[in-house]
Nanobody, 128 residues
Framework: QVPLVESGGGLVQAGGSLRLSCAAASGRTFSNYAMGWFRQAPGQEREFVAAISRDSSRTYYADSVKGRCTTSRGNPKNTVYLQMNSLKPKDTDVYYC????????????????????WGQGTQVPVSS
């Protein structure tokens, strides 16, 4: 069973917005984990997008999305969101959420090697 489930992807026009959601699969909890968002196009390397610490006190964004994306955790903290605004065609990718064991409350990670649990991905095509 995939431990994380993403939703909210879909076709959007350039300049539009989407909110991706990531929830823990039934019976799992990731409230004590740092969470991250990554994206990957076919044949390309996985790229970091955003991360949020276990206690939600700290977030970190890739330069390519800074100012356009916001990640947050729900309440309870078993759900994480990625709000994406002013989308561009180059944002077209499959988006993945991931959970990684946090060494301390404010830890966040941009390296995919720090994440041990992944979702199946959700597609975000952005049309020009």
């Amino acid at each position: 069973q995939v431990p994380l489930v993403e939703s909210g992807g879909g076709l959007v026009q350039a300049g539009g917005s989407l909110r991706l959601s990531c929830a823990a699969a039934s019976g799992r909890t990731f409230s004590n984990y740092a969470m991250g968002w990554f994206r990957q196009a076919p044949g390309q390397e996985r790229e970091f997008v955003a991360a949020i610490s276990r206690d939600s006190s700290r977030t970190y964004y890739a330069d390519s999305v800074k100012g356009r994306c916001t990640t947050s955790r729900g309440n309870p903290k078993n759900t994480v969101y990625l709000q994406m605004n002013s989308l561009k065609p180059k944002d077209t990718d499959v988006y993945y959420c991931a959970a990684g064991e946090a060494l301390y409350s404010g830890a966040y990670y941009y390296e995919d090697s720090k994440y041990g649990y992944w979702g199946q991905g959700t597609q975000v095509p952005v049309s020009s």
